[in-house]
Nanobody, 124 residues
Framework: QEQLVESGGGLVQTGGSLRLACAAS????????MGWFRQAPGKEREFVSAINWRGGTTNYADSVKGRFTISRDSAKNTLYLQMNSLQPEDTAVYYC?????????????????WGQGTQVTVSS
């Protein structure tokens, strides 16, 4: 059974950094897409970043460009999100997601697999 498990969330001050990890088990997503979404209280889930696992093509939401970096470790079947220069508006539950197929899309409905989420809180 496919499973995505996030880790690395926590409380950090404005300007700080965190690194999220998403360990995939049950299958590999080589040739497909994995990504990160986030959801703040009272808001819809929004796209953060995604990567084509095989080719390494990436995409970022405008709000995180230049601050966040997505990467993957094929040997560990793990996805990462390095988050720098964190701001209070980055506070949210961050979800790892995976979709079958190599096309990166920002629409949450196109992703078939989801993790349970990890809380990121940025204090001002």
């Amino acid at each position: 059974q496919e499973q995505l498990v996030e880790s690395g969330g926590g409380l950090v001050q404005t300007g700080g950094s965190l690194r999220l990890a998403c360990a995939a088990s049950g299958r590999t997503f080589s040739g497909h897409v994995m990504g990160w979404f986030r959801q703040a209280p009272g808001k819809e889930r929004e796209f953060v970043s995604a990567i084509n696992w095989r080719g390494g093509t990436t995409n970022y939401a405008d709000s995180v460009k230049g601050r966040f970096t997505i990467s993957r470790d094929s040997a560990k079947n793990t996805l990462y999100l390095q988050m720098n220069s964190l701001q209070p508006e980055d506070t949210a539950v961050y979800y790892c997601a995976a979709k079958i197929g190599g096309l990166i899309t920002p629409r949450a409905s196109t992703y078939e697999y989801w993790g349970q989420g990890t809380q990121v809180t940025v204090s001002s």
